[in-house]
């Protein structure tokens, strides 16, 4: 399997940053997304790192190491909307988006 | 519309009844991917179309399932026999490019509920 592995649920206050991590497994790499999923609703796309480093869109960054098998999502000025599952998925060696489980992010006021 | 549209939003269905789930992908998508989505977990693989090929269907979960894609451009996924554990939402999801390298434009998908 692709072994990704981010954490299950998050909590935070609106106004406040976090960073939701994800770890996969580094053979067969292509590239490394980022969706938000709102409760009953459709995936929607946030990013996607192929190069190491951090790439920056508005509130939200993400970061990737290649060599570590580590990705990390940073939401900043955290909204009540925010509130989300936020779902790591790894573009592996067939080029088919492998997805973890989701981290569920709340943000109380 | 622009999107990715999914019929029927919701389906019950009895045990050993036999289903339909039409998806309908942006118009010149190239790749059309279909993913089933079981109540707090993340989208789990099933099958993969580039065009009206498809590519990889590792992921289904058995013989009861099967998907075509016979003009490259609409996609079915039936479930023959169905059973308890098919309950799940399933997820279309297409790409202007091939494979998985390219943003994943999903639908709101079809929510399978097996009595």
């Known amino acids: 399997g692709q072994n990704i592995d981010q954490p299950t649920e998050m909590t935070a206050t609106e106004g406040a940053i976090v960073q939701i991590n994800c770890t996969y497994q580094t053979s067969g790499f292509n590239g490394l997304f980022w969706y938000q999923q709102h409760a009953g609703e459709a995936p929607t796309f946030l990013s996607y790192n192929v190069l190491d480093g951090l790439e920056e869109k508005g509130r939200f960054s993400s970061f990737l190491s290649r060599s570590k098998g580590y990705s990390y999502l940073l939401l900043k000025e955290l909204q009540m909307k925010d509130s989300a599952s936020y779902l790591c998925?790894?573009?592996?060696?067939?080029?088919?988006?492998?997805f973890g489980r989701g981290t569920s992010l709340i943000v109380h006021p | 519309g622009a999107g990715v549209s999914q019929s029927p939003r919701y389906k019950v269905a009895k045990r050993g009844q036999d289903v339909a789930l039409r998806c309908d992908p942006i118009s010149g998508h190239v790749s059309l991917f279909w993913y089933q989505q079981a109540l707090g977990q993340g989208p789990e693989f099933l099958t993969y179309?580039?065009?009206?090929?498809?590519?990889?269907k590792s992921g289904l979960p058995s013989d009861r399932f099967f998907a075509e894609r016979p003009e490259g451009s609409v996609s079915t996924l039936k479930i023959q026999r169905t059973q308890q554990e098919d309950s799940a939402v399933y997820l279309c999801?297409?790409?202007?490019?091939?494979?998985?390298?390219?943003?994943?434009?999903f639908g709101e998908g079809s929510r399978l509920t097996v009595l």
């Open positions: 179309f580039q065009n009206e090929a498809q590519l990889d």
């Open positions: 999801a297409s790409s202007l490019v091939g494979g998985g390298a390219g943003e994943l434009f």
């Open positions: 998925a790894k573009s592996g060696g067939s080029y088919i988006p492998t």
